[in-house]
């Protein structure tokens, strides 16, 4: 008799554990007050297309001695704000740098300094948009939009001009005596382009660049990781009639863009899965899409060297519980709505920010591997651009470059 209770009683209580945490999860996933990091966000987690962590990890090749944050130079530290691409024009000066105010500017040596050589638009005001150190911290969120943000910039190396990818005025280009850049393309398809990401020059003129989502926009970026969603494209314009055209579409957070030096083919980033791609341009392969590397972290912009490799910025790294919630879209929805903060969510899947830059050949085989495992010089890394005798690593998050004597 007394065992019999007890037994129910047992039930009983399972029974209510159980509608205890189906009440949380409940809450959580409704998360009726926006107490976690989403808050009042739609959030619409997808499955995506990412490697298998382990295998990845495995084939990579690790940098023991830390390389590049024990040879690493910091450099122009809270002059440069979000230094994202780096470019040198035709007659060597630069680097010129897109940052977070909105300006382009370049580096006219000691004496002279940074010089504002460009903005993205006519909205651009010095009272609005200049927030020195404050420009990479939410303070600007509200403001990037009226300012600009240049994130890739290329320069056409015969006429002197600069093409610039902004994240919210699409692709634009201003003369070699810099001034107010001209819009090239702001709309494709009769849409806006919501996120131009980076660029390349095509030696007929053509234009290749990232959108890197139709969805969210360069403030909300964390959404696009977050949720693995896919409307990113590639697109294509082309000066002679002045039209903008999709390439690709469908992809993971297309960053950046690589042409090769015979113009086959053009590299490009996934960086919510995590992975180097090919798009054949010409030849028998023409439009055929291949994946080129995948790699042990996100990737950002790609850069040619002179010897025709390529330069690809890592921010690292990729780990097990972040997969295991790469692959489960459902576990997401519970885990960021967890009344917690988003630094902390980041932390408990074992995030680290810190910088790994990779050179590659156009087959994806790995020649060189640098890492700064302690976040030295480099905690987020944009774009590694190899020019002087120097590796130039620029970041969108931080004020400052990075410089490494190379090779
Ligand atoms: C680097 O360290 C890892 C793990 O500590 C080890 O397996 C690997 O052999 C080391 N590589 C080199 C080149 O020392
Ligand atoms: C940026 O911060 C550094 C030190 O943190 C300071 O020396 C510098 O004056 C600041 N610059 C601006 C423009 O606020
Ligand atoms: C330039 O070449 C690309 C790649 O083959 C092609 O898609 C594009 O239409 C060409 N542009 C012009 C203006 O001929």
Known sequence: MEKKNFLKDETFLQQHKVLAIFLFLSFVLMDPFHLGPLG??????????????????????????????????????????????????????????????????????????????????????EKTCMRGNDSTTPKQWKHEKTCGRPLGLRF??????????????????VGPNGGLATPLATHVEGKPILFANDLDIHKNGSI?????????????????LLEGEGTGRLLRYDPPTKTTHVVLD??????????????????????????????????????????????????????MNEKGQFWVAIDC?????????????????????????????AKAMGMKMYTMIALLDDNGKILEVLEDREGKVMKLVSEVKEEKGKLWIGTVAHNHISTLPYP
């Open 156 to 173: 056409d190396k015969e006429s002197g001009d600069l093409y610039i990818a902004d994240a919210y005025y699409g692709l634009l280009m």
């Open 250 to 303: 469908g992809l993971v957070f297309p960053n950046g863009v690589q042409i090769s030096k015979d113009q086959s083919f053009l590299l490009f980033t996934e960086t919510t899965n995590c992975r180097l791609m090919k798009l054949w341009i010409d030849g028998p392969k023409d439009g055929t899409v291949e994946c080129v590397a995948d790699l042990p972290g996100f990737p950002d912009n790609v850069r």
């Open 40 to 125: 009042e966000h739609e959030f619409r987690p997808v499955k995506h297309n990412v490697a298998p962590y382990k295998q990845v990890m495995k084939n990579w090749p690790k940098d023991n001695m830390s390389r590049l944050g024990l040879h690493g130079k910091l450099e122009f530290e809270n002059e440069v704000f979000g230094p994202e691409s780096l470019e040198f024009d035709n007659m060597g000066r630069g680097p010129y740098t897109g940052l977070a105010d909105g300006r382009v500017v370049r580096w006219m040596g000691e004496q002279l300094g940074w010089e504002t050589f460009a903005v993205v638009t006519s909205n651009w005001t």
């Open 208 to 224: 290749f660049f990232t959108d890197t989502s139709t969805r969210y926009n360069r403030v909300a970026h964390f959404f696009i």
């Open 317 to 345: 790294c990729r780990t097990g519980p972040q997969e295991v919630l790469s692959n489960n879209p459902w576990l997401r929805s519970i885990y960021f709505r967890l009344p917690v903060r988003m630094s902390l969510l």
